[in-house]
């Protein structure tokens, strides 16, 4: 995990901790030895802010695992992927649970392996879900999912892996419909969204059940907007 980003001196990655800690999100230790990938569930039990230690019960049947992984040179990974957070901390001691010092490295991974873009034009979206109805407009989007910005509250209404059904979205040439999975949700930074600027969250879904109709319309969308920058440059 050479390639996380070093914030040693950075209360981000202290904040997201904490914002897994408080919702209970799940969370694992993993490595992978000679192809082969190693995973350990653990709980969050405790975080020691004073002395920048993270305490982790693991589940019963992942401590042969976690014994697997601590044999290693002192340096774990973890995973929340509520967040689709990694992170690299130092293994401090183990007995009936594991404690960890506080990351100095973490990185967000892209669930999604397709190509994403940021739409020229306003691509609309509308949904209901635990009896609210949204009106949003698309973040980013590719063949395998899309991504839209929510106000705080608006995003305590969703939970990892709820499934939106009859998502629809408004292309130029006609409207699709189509079932999504929430896949993380993310805390913005204050400010960061102008239309909610004390608080807003990222929104990640992926696409669920038929999508050929919709991956055909997204590619259209990307083959254009790509073939417009090549003429623009």
């Not at 002192?74 to 967040?83: C, D, L, S």
């Not at 949204?134 to 892996?161: H, Q, R």
């Amino acid at each position: 995990m050479n390639n996380l980003r070093n914030e040693e001196n950075d209360s981000k990655v202290k904040d997201l901790i904490l914002e897994a800690f408080k919702s209970k999100y799940e969370i694992y230790a993993w490595g992978s030895f000679g192809g082969r990938v190693v995973k350990a569930d653990l709980e969050f039990k405790t975080i020691k802010f004073n002395q920048k230690k993270i305490i982790l019960s693991p589940k019963k049947i992942s401590r042969a695992y976690l014994d697997e992984l601590i044999g290693g040179i002192g340096k774990i990974n973890f995973a929340i992927p509520q967040m689709s957070l990694l992170f690299e901390s130092e293994f401090l001691s183990y007995e009936d649970d594991l404690t960890i010092a506080f990351p100095k490295y973490y990185k967000f991974y892209d669930r999604r392996k397709s190509e994403r873009i940021d739409p020229f034009f306003n691509l609309s979206i509308k949904f209901e879900h635990n009896k609210v109805r949204f009106n949003k407009s698309c973040n980013d989007i590719s063949i395998g999912g899309m991504s839209l910005v929510l106000s705080k509250n608006e995003v305590n209404k969703f939970t990892f892996g709820d499934i939106i059904k009859g998502l629809e979205l408004t292309f130029p040439m006609k409207n699709i419909k189509v079932d999504a999975k929430v896949s993380s949700m993310i805390k913005l930074n204050p400010f960061s969204n102008e239309e909610n600027p004390y608080g807003a969250a990222r929104l990640s879904l992926t696409f669920e059940g038929n999508t050929s109709l919709i991956k055909k319309e997204i590619l259209k969308i990307i083959n254009g907007q790509k073939k417009l920058v090549c003429d623009i440059d």
